[in-house]
């Protein structure tokens, strides 16, 4: 592990969050003068810096900051909502207007307000989120040079795409007319490279990235570089299949957007609009026994950590899926009234989910023990396109990557499709892999499906 | 009435104390011996949205967001700011930080002098040309009409929304314009539910145009029977098969095709850096005979639409691909300038936050000659296929995807049962050599398109006539079925 980040600790985040803070409650209360039962304001400020180095040279230099409020007022069940991103007072007056304006129109819905006050979060660990980088424009250009020129090194390798450098902070605060007042800071940073290989007329491209709270996480720049052009690399001569049922493997970095689907169809949005084809189904397996999946909100640096949800809902660990069936569903408080359940502090998304590694035979797999254990059948790495229906369950998606026979890679594939029913995908889970990809807030390994339609040739 | 940059100059430079002289001084400050260009962006947009659900109006939210975007180019650097305040020492610091990127130096803009532009829609303000309480009457009708068509429909979603977006731009080339731009749109989903199944349909459209457009025309209700429609159709459906085969294509949104297959490899920026399976292939025969692609950002109304592009560069109609052949790319300044191309009024972005790049306006292929019903009657066995949902495309290898949620069997020479969705894949640079019948009933699609590429988004449409392509991939699930 190489570092050659610089850090600083000494920051004003801390009165910056103050600032929001104090501007969040002088809302509140200004929404509460105009007539407003009850009140809730997020408030925000981000900066950042963006480089981007193509065939060694500086291409795109950009800097942001960006600043935005927005309020939600109820009088009585009426709601009404305004954001801005001008924080001028006359423009924060304008917006209270607009919102209290609002809710004359819209009609009283029984469910609509604050989540219980009982419920708000009282205690606020430290959950090592904020790691500024005290980024330079020259040190930047100087790391995404590296990145390239490790990856363009490579034989295969006949164009770039460029590689890209971010450091990014980002201050929130929640507040609400029970009081609540809760602040947030977090810090993102990323590295990424996106390379050309080429054979003759054909091209492939693919990358890699990096993306962590802190830049001391960073593995080695070069290695970045190395990995994007292996990877585009390897597709040099992808085929089509034939048409074919086979096992389906997807690596880590699509195999989260499974599990994706899964909180997509139980989530409180989906359940109250009977949008989902896992209606009714808290206490009923949904997937293969040995299948866990625990939402952790308390990772330090966890991509999605955080102690309170979107309407200041204290969060908790809790298991969505035990032994395969499926324990509770991911809602706010305006889905669980609807549902007349509790809310699971998920306004907002979930905050990080952890899928357990295991398998029907119950040992786990890394992702070579896992293309043994397929035999034959097809290794997803890129997924295209949206055909997901979340109210079927109906998938036909896009799909690249690798033929495997006899446990072992044999020839890249692309322009073909891989189908079926999310319902019997689920239940057809051989295994998911101990290879956990860390870049996102969904953890998950490889995961093996017994069988899905792939459509080719 | 004003003219756009009357308006712009008011609801943009006044409020801060600017003046269009202050903006040469703002180009002093950028410009230096190795700039070649610069740009000043200033945007003042305001939107809402209304939604209605359960039967009740329970959500309206609205919005404003305003700020100017400062960007200086350097050969094929490009530096760029923004700030949300539009004041004078605020331009100048994002001045002096997207000029980070070029030695010191002084230099000087061009004077900035006006161009006149044609107005491809009304400058009045969407938002406020209705009142609140019209806006929710119009939600309650759709809403009882697709409640009202079948007892099946168990949930109805309804929302509209609008955006007034005024722009006005000063670059460095003495380009001085503005635009105001009006957007409107009306969407409608439903749930049906029949013997424990469940299925969802959804319409909607707009464009840039008055909500009362949309509602006097008749369209906004044609939107809600159509989402039912849909809906009931696919209570009906089968599973799809999967292979290779003949596909039929309706006339309309079915354009998503070209916007993923030959669309975004058309695009400037990519073909200057040879990432695009299409680059280097100006000139070459990449579509069947007949086969004629545009993208024309000049149709009064349409939602993919501009008067002027984000750079002050009026909209062409470009043609792309000529009887068969590669003939245009879409272009921005700055890629048109690198390759010694000109602009072709491309130049977009999704905010003054964002750098402008090479985009679509509105894409649709010229119609030809066939009758759509003769078309159906050519095809032994194959998919016909009405409406899509979003596509994908990596333009590097040329690969593509789009997804369509109404389909149907074409079995000797007739359509017969509705089948599921299902995600359609064939490669770009080939597809439209594939094209066997051109319908004679060119449709642009409802007014629904957004595109993205990196990270940003911009309306757009897309539109074709009926259109017989042999030999597609269909990813369904029924193995064997249409490999017949």
């Given at each position: 592990m190489k570092v050659n980040a610089n850090i600083v600790?000494?920051?004003d985040s801390a009165a910056e969050l103050d600032r929001l803070a104090e501007l969040a409650e002088d809302v509140i209360h200004r929404a509460r003068a105009a007539g407003a039962s009850q009140a809730e304001v997020s408030a925000s400020v981000s900066s950042g810096l963006s480089v981007n180095v193509r065939l060694g040279e500086v291409e795109t230099v950009e800097r942001n900051r960006d600043r935005g409020f927005g309020l939600t007022v109820y009088f009585g069940q009426r709601k009404g909502s305004a954001s801005t991103a001008d924080l001028k007072p006359a423009s924060i007056e304008a917006t209270i207007a607009q919102a209290c304006a609002i809710a004359r129109f819209t009609e009283p819905d029984?469910?609509?307000?604050?989540?219980?006050?009982?419920?708000?979060?009282?205690d606020f660990p430290d959950l090592d989120l904020w790691h500024p980088w005290r980024l330079d424009v020259d040190r930047a250009i100087e790391i995404g040079r590296e990145v390239e020129a490790a990856g363009h090194a490579?034989?295969?390798?006949?164009n770039s795409e460029g590689a890209g450098v971010q450091g990014g902070d980002a201050l929130g605060v929640y507040a609400n007319s029970h009081g609540f007042v809760g602040r947030e800071r977090g810090s993102h940073h990323s590295i990424s490279c996106s390379l050309i290989a080429g054979q003759g007329d054909a091209m492939q491209r693919d990358g890699w990235y990096e993306y962590v709270r802190?830049?001391?996480?960073?593995?080695?720049?070069?290695a970045i570089g190395r990995k994007a052009a292996d990877r585009a690399a390897a597709r040099l001569g992808a085929r089509k299949l034939s048409t074919r049922e086979c096992p389906v493997l997807f690596v880590p970095e699509v195999a989260r957007s499974l599990i994706g689907h899964l909180v997509g169809a139980v989530s409180g949005g989906a359940l109250y609009r009977r949008?989902?084809?896992?209606?009714?189904?808290?206490?009923?397996?949904?997937?293969?026994?040995f299948v866990r999946i625990v939402e952790k909100?308390?990772?330090?640096?966890?991509?999605?950590?955080?102690?309170?949800?979107?309407?200041g809902v204290a969060t908790g660990e809790s298991a969505l899926v035990e032994r395969g069936v499926l324990q509770r569903y991911v809602l706010g408080s305006y889905s669980a009234r609807k549902l007349g359940l509790q809310t699971t502090g998920n306004a907002g998304g979930v905050h990080n989910l952890e899928v357990a590694a295991g398998s029907v035979d119950g040992s786990a797999f890394g992702f070579d023990e896992l293309l043994r254990k397929m035999g034959t059948g097809l290794v997803v790495t890129e997924l295209i396109g949206h055909?997901?229906?979340?109210?079927?369950?109906d998938y036909s998606r896009g799909a690249a990557g690798f033929w495997v026979e006899n446990g072992a890679i044999v020839y890249p594939v692309q322009e073909i499709t891989i189908a079926g029913n999310l319902r019997d995908i689920f239940m057809q889970m051989q295994a998911i892999g101990t290879?956990?990809?860390?870049?996102?807030?969904?953890l998950t390994g490889s995961i093996l499906i017994g069988k899905m339609t792939i459509a080719g040739e | 009435m004003d003219s756009p940059l009357a308006l712009a100059e008011r609801s943009l430079l006044a409020p801060g104390g600017l003046s269009t002289h202050d903006l040469e001084r703002v180009f002093s400050r950028v410009m230096?011996?190795?700039?070649?260009a610069a740009d000043l962006y200033f945007q003042h947009s305001r939107s809402e949205s209304w939604v209605l659900e359960d039967g009740i109006v329970r959500d309206g939210s609205h919005s404003i967001e305003q700020g100017v975007g400062v960007r200086a180019v350097s050969g094929d650097k490009t530096g760029f700011a923004y700030s949300d305040d539009i004041v004078l020492p605020q331009l100048l610091e994002a001045a002096s930080s997207a000029r980070a990127i070029a030695r010191d130096g002084n230099g000087a803009g061009k004077p900035l002098a006006v161009r006149g532009t044609r107005a491809?829609?009304?400058?009045?303000?969407p938002i406020d040309g209705m009142d609140n309480a019209a806006k929710i009457a119009l939600l309650r009708e759709l809403d009882a009409l697709a409640r009202s068509?079948?007892?099946?429909?168990?949930q109805v979603i309804v929302s509209v929304n609008a955006t007034h977006d005024s722009v006005l731009i000063a670059a460095a080339d003495g380009t001085l314009a503005a635009d105001v731009r009006p957007l409107t749109r009306v969407n409608v989903q439903v749930i049906a539910e029949q013997n424990g199944r469940r299925e969802s349909g959804y319409s909607g459209g707009g464009g840039r145009c008055a909500y009362r457009e949309l509602i006097e025309s008749g369209r906004a209700h044609g939107w809600a029977r159509e989402a039912v429609r849909q809906a009931l159709l696919n209570l009906d459906a089968v599973d799809a098969p999967a292979g290779t085969m003949d596909v039929v294509l309706g006339p309309g949104w079915p354009g998503v095709l070209l916007h993923e297959a030959i669309g975004h490899g058309l695009e400037g920026d990519f073909n200057r850096k040879g990432t695009?399976?299409?680059?280097?292939?100006?000139?070459?025969?990449?579509?069947?005979?007949?086969v004629t692609v545009v993208d024309d950002g000049?149709?009064?109304?349409?939602?993919?639409?501009?008067?002027?592009d984000d750079e002050g560069t009026p909209t062409h109609c470009t043609t792309l691909i000529e009887n068969g052949r590669l003939v245009g790319y879409m272009q921005d300044k700055h890629n048109a300038r690198l390759m010694g191309m000109a602009p072709t009024?491309?130049?977009?972005?999704?905010?003054?936050a964002h750098l402008p790049m090479p985009r679509m306006t509105n894409t649709y292929m010229l119609a030809g000659e066939h009758d759509p019903a003769e078309i159906i009657a050519s095809v032994e066995r194959g998919l016909y296929a009405v409406n899509f949902g979003g596509g994908q495309v990596?333009?590097?290898?040329?690969k593509f995807v789009f997804s369509a949620n109404e389909a149907y069997l074409i079995e000797h020479g007739r359509i017969t049962r509705p089948v599921k969705g299902a995600t359609l894949i064939g490669s770009g640079p080939d597809?439209?050599?594939?094209?066997?019948m051109l319908g004679n009933d060119l449709k642009l699609d409802e007014g629904v398109g957004v595109c993205g590429k990196e990270g940003q988004s911009v309306p757009v449409g897309v539109g074709m006539p009926t259109t017989k392509i042999t030999a597609m991939t269909v990813g369904g699930t029924q193995a064997g079925v249409g490999n017949g």
């Open positions: 600790t000494a920051d029984p469910y609509a307000g604050l989540a219980d006050a009982a419920l708000m979060q009282t490579h034989d295969a390798i006949t802190d830049a001391h996480e960073f593995p080695a720049f070069d949008a989902s084809f896992l209606l009714d189904h808290a206490g009923k397996p949904v997937l293969p026994d909100p308390f990772l330090p640096r966890g991509h999605a950590s955080a102690s309170f949800d979107g309407e055909g997901v229906s979340i109210v079927t369950g290879d956990v990809d860390l870049r996102s807030s969904i | 230096a011996p190795s700039i070649d491809l829609y009304p400058a009045d303000n068509l079948d007892s099946r429909i168990k695009s399976a299409f680059a280097g292939r100006m000139g070459d025969k990449v579509a069947a005979d007949g000049t149709l009064p109304g349409r939602r993919g639409s501009l008067s002027i009024g491309n130049g977009r972005r999704e905010s003054f990596d333009i590097t290898n040329g597809v439209l050599t594939r094209v066997a």
